[in-house]
T-cell receptor, first 114, second 109 residues
Framework: DTGVSQDPRHKITKRGQNVTFRCDPI?????LYWYRQTLGQGPEFLTY????????KSRLLSDRFSAERPKGSFSTLEIQRTEQGDSAMYLC????????????FGSGTQLSVL | KNEVEQSPQNLTAQEGEFITINCSYS?????LHWLQQHPGGGIVSLFM???GKKKHGRLIATINIQEKHSSLHITASHPRDSAVYIC???????????FGTGTRLQVFP
């Protein structure tokens, strides 16, 4: 399978715990995007990378959120001290270079904070 | 007011009907994506367009940059077309996508 893969598919955690999600983009895709989607809403932009450089970060992301793409391949999104409002589907997408090329999405990580 | 708005929010149709979903935006964009999302979360890119019209099978997407409007049309709709359709605009001079809230389409046999 050469698509975008995300791990885990589902994560249930208690409020206050830290969680980390992983995204493996399509190989040779330089751009990697993180989005968040809540029920009944369209996805919201969180952040994106060009290779290992984080180019933009949404104001939606508080200091509890951090994302990395250390070697320009896979990326991790960490949420510290989770809150119930963090419950959402976290989506990863990749493209070859720019957003005006075809985007490929992973299946997402569904986070539930109890 | 959202920067990207879609209409209608929900749409039901009988199999075979012609479907139109609209997307309007209030910001400067370089291009726009149409995406399809099935239950369970998987999102598939249908089209990316910056001008004119694109066609793929029974799907047609159009965009009018001056009028800040795009449409997705489905001809001869089928129950398997049932999904949420989302437009996402690429802001000018960035690679940031702003998403619409989606249109939930149900096609009944």
């Amino acid at each position: 399978d050469t698509g975008v893969s995300q791990d885990p598919r589902h994560k249930i955690t208690k409020r206050g715990q830290n969680v980390t999600f992983r995204c493996d983009p399509i190989s040779e895709h330089n751009r990697l995007y993180w989005y968040r989607q809540t029920l009944g809403q369209g996805p919201e932009f969180l952040t994106y990378f060009q290779n290992e450089a984080q180019l933009e970060k949404s104001r939606l992301l508080s200091d509890r959120f951090s994302a990395e793409r250390p070697k320009g391949s896979f990326s991790t999104l960490e949420i510290q001290r989770t809150e119930q409002g963090d419950s959402a589907m976290y989506l990863c997408a990749s493209s070859r270079d720019r957003a005006n090329e075809k985007l490929f999405f992973g299946s997402g990580t569904q986070l539930s904070v109890l | 007011k959202n920067e990207v708005e879609q209409s209608p929010q929900n749409l039901t149709a009988q199999e075979g009907e012609f479907i139109t979903i609209n997307c309007s935006y209030s910001v400067g964009i370089s291009a726009l994506h149409w995406l399809q999302q099935h239950p369970g979360g998987g999102i598939v890119s249908l089209f990316m367009l910056s001008s004119g019209k694109k066609k793929h099978g029974r799907l047609i997407a159009t965009i009018n940059i001056q009028e800040k409007h795009s449409s997705l049309h489905i001809t001869a709709s089928h129950p398997r077309d049932s999904a949420v359709y989302i437009c996402a605009a690429i802001l000018t001079n960035t690679d940031k996508l702003i998403f619409g809230t989606g249109t939930r389409l149900q096609v009944f046999p």
